[in-house]
């Protein structure tokens, strides 16, 4: 059975962050709010973590992860990044925006495209996951919380509960999120190509 935090989605608590990410480091799995949905998460380098979340919502590997940054710092530990790409970054960040990246060898292999070695690559604008992040000075593993089943994300942190209390470690409740997915944008070719149009000003990328 998990357990279940309720978080101030504006002024977190101290104390339910560092019990969160203390979950997150002995291996745990947990759903947590982000500017847009609800997400899975884990640490990158916990395995069975990661082969749950998979479980969870029926991944295969081709799926490509993302690595929920802290800052563009952050980010371009873990993805290969040019001059341009680093000024649009700075540009669209921190916000809804998950961006596909070629990875560096400090992501593990399992977690990028298998063949184009690619991985998603997130810098969030929500104040649950700047204090998360803050608190495990590294990365968090994640994927949205969307079911097989379903054609939307996961928005509401009691219907988490309610469904997948036995398949995880923590729920955070952070409020009632809207359910519009983040834009997806490749930046692996010298022109942005959106590949999917959701939250944020496409604008960024198109002009």
Same mark, same amino acid.
């Given at each position: 059975?998990?357990? $279940? $935090? ?5 002024? @977190?608590?101290?104390? #339910?962050?560092?019990?969160? &990410?203390?979950?997150? !480091?002995? =291996? =745990? ?15 990158? +380098?916990? *395995? /069975?973590?990661? %082969? !749950? ?8 590997? /081709?799926?490509? $992860?993302?690595?929920?940054?802290? %800052?563009?710092?952050?980010?371009? &530990? ?11 970054? /700075? ?7 998950? $961006?596909?990246? *070629? ?12 063949? !184009?070695?690619?991985? +998603? ?26 079911? @097989? ?23 955070? %409740? =952070? +409020?009632?999120? %809207? =359910?519009? @997915? ?5 930046? #692996? ?5 959106? #590949?999917?149009? +959701? *939250? ?8």
């Amino acid at each position: 059975m998990s357990q $279940f $935090f309720q978080i101030h989605p504006d002024n @977190p608590q101290p104390r #339910l962050v560092r019990q969160a &990410v203390e979950i997150m !480091r002995n =291996g =745990g799995v947990i759903a947590y709010p982000t500017d847009s949905a609800y997400a899975l998460g884990c640490l990158m +380098g916990e *395995k /069975k973590a990661v %082969d !749950r979340i998979r479980s969870i919502r029926h991944l295969d590997d /081709k799926h490509n $992860f993302t690595l929920v940054c802290r %800052d563009l710092s952050e980010l371009a &530990v873990y993805a290969q990044v040019n001059n341009s790409q680093y000024r649009l970054l /700075k540009t669209a960040t921190p916000g809804p925006y998950t $961006f596909i990246l *070629k990875g560096t060898r400090e992501v593990p292999r399992r977690l990028m495209h298998p063949k !184009r070695r690619t991985i +998603g690559i997130r810098v969030p604008e929500c104040a649950i996951v700047d204090a998360l992040l803050a608190e495990i000075d590294a990365p968090i593993m994640s994927t949205t919380l969307q079911l @097989p089943a379903d054609d939307q994300p996961m928005t509401d942190a009691y219907d988490i509960r309610q469904m997948l209390e036995s398949q995880l470690d923590l729920v955070i %409740d =952070g +409020g009632y999120r %809207d =359910g519009d @997915p983040t834009t997806v944008v490749s930046l #692996l070719n010298d022109t942005p190509e959106i #590949l999917r149009e +959701g *939250k944020g000003n496409i604008r960024l990328f198109t002009t």
